[in-house]
């Protein structure tokens, strides 16, 4: 029981600062996107801070020295909803790879338009890897982190899913190097589970590989087994 009550307040609090912050940001439209960047991953910021003094449940950082000043395309483990927040604040300013109906949500949808994602059509495959290569360059370019949930979906603990070639393609075709990133949240955050644990996620930051030289394939397999082999070790 003291488990559900402190994950409700959990909710309540992020669902009242989220109404907050994301009604403000529509304000914050004419302003440069690393403006309006740092300003709504406050929300994250306080998500974070909220989990800790509620649920309990912290992180501790490894590998923090891998992280590039530069830019670079990020693959992470997806285990939960929690490194969609975390991520934010560890490679910054960042821009996601999500599926086109989370920008259709009143609000939180809209926000989400203001910070430049490359959302995807996920029923065109074919037509979502162009348009990742082609925006994911663009941002780039313009000093922003690609970050990208390779397996697609959340997972559970202990799963593994198909890895997609997007994020490696991007890479294969950029040149810019890949920041592997592994953790356990989904041990204390399950992916589709409403209570949250206490305790301390674990988050890996991989060394970046170079993906000059290698095929898309490659890629994927050398971030595949990085990461996997990072969970065997943390669970």
């Given at each position: ?81 929690w490194e969609t927040i ?118 890996y930051i991989g ?29």
């Open positions: 029981m003291e488990l559900f009550i402190r994950a409700l307040i959990f909710y309540l609090g992020i669902a009242l600062a989220a109404i907050i912050c994301f009604t403000l940001a529509l304000f914050l439209l004419p302003l440069p996107f690393r403006q309006r960047y740092q300003f709504l991953t406050q929300w994250s910021e306080f998500a974070l801070w909220w989990l800790k003094k509620t649920c309990r449940l912290s992180y501790q950082l490894h590998g923090q020295s891998n992280i590039p000043e530069q830019p670079v395309i990020v693959l992470s483990k997806h285990q939960s909803a975390a991520l934010t604040r560890l490679f910054m300013p960042q821009c996601w790879v999500l599926k086109r109906e989370l920008l259709w949500l009143p609000f939180f949808g809209w926000s989400l338009a203001m910070l430049k994602p490359i959302a995807i059509n996920r029923g065109s495959p074919r037509q979502a890897i162009q348009q990742v290569v082609k925006q994911g360059k663009q941002r780039l370019a313009q000093g922003i982190f690609v970050v990208i949930f390779p397996e697609g979906t959340r997972v559970a603990l202990g799963e593994k899913g198909r890895y997609g070639i997007g994020g490696a393609w991007l890479a294969a075709e950029s040149g810019y190097p890949v920041v592997p990133v592994a953790h356990n949240a989904g041990k204390f955050w399950p992916p589709h589970g409403f209570l949250k644990y206490p305790g301390t996620i674990q988050v060394p970046p590989i170079d993906s000059k030289g290698k095929t898309a394939q490659e890629i994927n397999a050398l971030v595949e087994a990085w990461i996997e082999g990072k969970i065997l070790e943390i669970n």
